[in-house]
């Protein structure tokens, strides 16, 4: 004689026979079923309608199998489903779809072999669809758990290699196994300028100076690609026109939080290294904000030959750096202004609101410090150049240091 559990244990089994029985006519049912019904699958040709059919037969021979017993379901099938599937870039809401469509179909051939076997008791039949809605929830958990942690990792993989790809484009360290078009194919950067190359001071180990600065560039329609270092964060931005780059300069403006440095256009990605020397030149002059490099041939020469051009300033200027900071500065910028203007000492006066003779006081001053004539063409090439380095260059204590 039989007991009453033994009696329910016989009849889940005879449920999940007749069920398993049928799972090679209904897997096929169910793929078309999908293709219609999920209009992801209806369109691609990336999953095709054998490789539904396997997984819809693999998926649900384990849920049918696990309607007897109270066994934790073995989840593994859909575990791989979910990704697979990411691996093929099927989006989640539409595996999500699929996998509702099969366990509906699952389900009404439940029904059908309730109504088929009458002998089956109320008891059975409230275990199994218990059961049933049991493996639904596990089933969806796990697949749609799969997918994201492999969406996850494939994101992370990919921007591990982009950032990686940036920092060798924008430090000139391209393999002769990768072209330049393919490196930009990758970043996602049109394949012809102009761009500009940014560095920005991180004064913060692993905190970025222009926080999701990609995002917001990208709401702007502008491309770009980006690598943060230790001690700053190096980028390259696509700006197809003056009005793109003002764009782009606005944007990093506001997202700054310490010194960016901007280079000026360039067009062809080889030249990119030779921009973020620029860039890192003009991060660091002196105060927060973005400071875009002067590509003048002042500005280039005093970047040229670093050394070189620091020695000159310090043979030239060595003397008026000396002076007290009260004393050195209107002189500083009263040669800026002059020369700025083109040697004129009115409209200097002007800028400075300053009398002439205080202008013209200051040069000979000048010119008594450095030894060089305001007057003698090389000797004011000499100056400016001198006075271009401290601006593009970082010398100690705001001045050449002898």
């Known amino acids: 004689m039989t007991t009453q559990a033994e009696d329910g244990e016989s009849e889940l089994n005879t449920v999940v026979n007749v069920l398993s029985g049928r799972l090679d006519n209904l897997a096929p049912r169910v793929a078309q079923t999908i293709r219609e019904q999920v209009d992801y699958y209806g369109s691609t040709r990336v999953i095709t309608q054998s490789d539904i059919v396997e997984t819809v037969r693999s998926n649900y021979a384990m849920v049918i199998h696990g309607l007897a017993g ?97 920092q060798h484009l924008l430090e000139g360290r391209v393999s002769s196994e990768q072209s330049l078009w393919e490196i930009a194919e990758h970043l996602r950067l049109p394949h012809r300028g102009p761009y500009i190359a940014v560095a920005a001071r991180a004064t913060i180990v692993g905190k970025a100076p222009l926080a999701s600065i990609e995002a917001k560039l990208s709401s702007a329609d502008l491309r770009s690609a980006w690598r943060l270092l230790p001690d700053q964060q190096i980028g390259i931005v696509h700006v197809p026109s003056p009005d793109a780059r003002r764009k782009a300069l606005d944007i990093m403006t506001r997202a700054a939080t310490d010194r960016v440095g901007v280079s000026p256009p360039f067009t062809d990605l080889a030249d990119t290294a030779r921009a973020l020397r620029y860039a890192r030149v003009a991060m660091t002059r002196r105060g927060r904000g973005v ?19 620091a020695d000159l300033s310090v043979t030239v200027l060595g003397r008026l750096f000396d002076l007290p900071a009260e004393d050195r500065d209107p002189l500083v910028e009263t040669f800026r202004v002059w020369s700025s203007v083109g040697g004129n000492i009115n409209d200097t006066a002007t800028r400075l609101h300053v009398h002439r003779n205080t202008v013209r006081h200051r040069l000979r001053r000048i010119e008594e410090l450095t030894g060089r ?16 380095v401290i601006d593009q260059l970082p010398i100690g204590g705001g001045g050449p240091q002898a």
């Open 291 to 309: 400071s875009v490099f002067d590509n003048s041939v002042l500005g280039v020469a005093a970047v040229a030959a670093p050394e070189v051009a």
């Open 373 to 388: 004539s305001t007057t003698a063409p090389r000797e004011v090439a000499e100056l400016c150049l001198a006075f271009e």
């Open 70 to 166: 109270d066994a934790e379901f073995d989840t593994s099938s859909a575990a791989e489903t979910g990704a697979n599937r990411a691996d093929a870039g099927v989006p989640l809401p539409a595996l999500m779809h699929a996998y509702r469509i099969g366990f509906q179909m699952v389900w009404n051939e439940f029904m059908a072999v309730a109504q088929e076997h009458p002998e089956l008791s109320r008891e059975t039949l409230l275990e199994a669809t218990s059961r049933m809605w049991q493996a639904q929830d596990a089933f969806v958990v796990a697949m749609s758990t799969a997918h994201r942690e492999r969406t996850t990792a494939m994101i992370l993989d990919d921007a591990s290699e982009r950032a990686a790809l940036t």
